[in-house]
Each structure stands twice: as structure tokens, then as C-alpha cells.
């Protein structure tokens, strides 16, 4: 599973002229699942995320996590995260987990994040997506559960 994590300003996702999610100050995180990953897996990138000390204190370190400014999630699904680019030029996606894995834990994520915070906003499964944000730092941040987890 790979999390990119970007800390925004704003984040929104927009599907066919319709805003699906939007949010303030907070995280957008694009999310990869591969054909190896459970919820025990997820669970641990979840907590791992919602941990991360990457805003700024008062004296300006990073040492503040989502929950400490009261940020928000915006969620979305893309396979892309596992794209294999070693051989040619046209990526190869074979890495990425099937879509019904994929959609069962991408759910599975955005429910969990519902419980510990208060706005999460999600784009939509399989849809063509357009994301605008306005990355803070900019700050961005990849999670691979194959050095976060021990599988």
C-alpha cells in the first residue's frame, strides 16, 4: 500500500463540474493498494499518517500531527502509485491491486479516518478525476507499507 501524502492549504477534487471533495488546511492523499495488501496493512498506514509531526510548531519546527491543528483528509484512489516504468516507456500497472481489492480497502481507509477525524472528504473510485490543491511547503510525503509494515 502507498500513501502520498501532501500537506495543503486547500485540496479539492472535481468530477464532471461537481465538486466531490473539498477541504482547508490538512492532508490530500493519493492511496495505492497492491494485491497484497489487508486491513491489518492499512491500519497501520492509517495510524502512521494520522502521526505524522510534519506542521509547523510555534517556533516553527514540524513537530505538530493533523490532530494537533484540527486538519482535514481528502482521500483518493490511484492505481497509478504502483506504476513499473523500469522496462520501456508506457508504464506497466501490473503491480496495482485489482479494482475490487482496491475499492474494498480504499473504503475500508476512508471509514477508519471517519472515526478519528471530524472532515474527511473522499474523490470517487474509479472516476476520472481532476485535483487541485495548493500544496504548504510544499511538504509531500510517500508511505510505502513495504517499509512501514513487515509483512
Do not use: W
Not at 500531527?65 to 508504464?91: H, I, M, W
Amino acid at each position: 500500500m502507498r500513501f502520498l501524502i501532501q500537506r495543503v492549504r486547500h485540496a479539492k477534487v472535481t468530477i464532471e463540474d461537481h465538486v466531490a471533495g473539498e477541504i482547508g488546511q490538512g492532508f490530500m492523499v493519493l492511496i495505492g493498494v497492491s494485491d497484497s495488501d489487508t486491513e491489518e496493512i492499512a491500519d497501520k498506514m492509517i495510524h502512521k499518517m494520522l502521526h505524522l509531526r510534519i506542521f509547523e510548531d510555534e517556533q516553527g519546527k514540524t513537530n505538530k500531527s493533523l490532530e494537533d491543528v484540527q486538519g482535514e483528509l481528502l482521500l483518493v484512489s490511484q492505481f497509478t502509485l504502483y506504476a513499473d516504468c523500469k522496462k520501456g516507456n508506457r508504464p506497466s500497472f501490473t503491480g496495482a491491486g485489482t479494482p475490487k481489492l482496491a475499492k474494498e480497502l480504499y473504503d475500508y481507509i476512508i471509514n477508519e479516518c471517519k472515526e478519528q477525524i471530524e472532515v474527511v472528504e473522499q474523490g470517487e473510485f474509479g472516476a476520472d478525476m481532476k485535483v487541485e490543491l495548493v500544496n504548504d511547503g510544499p511538504f509531500t510525503i510517500m508511505l510505502d507499507s513495504d517499509e512501514i509494515v513487515r509483512r
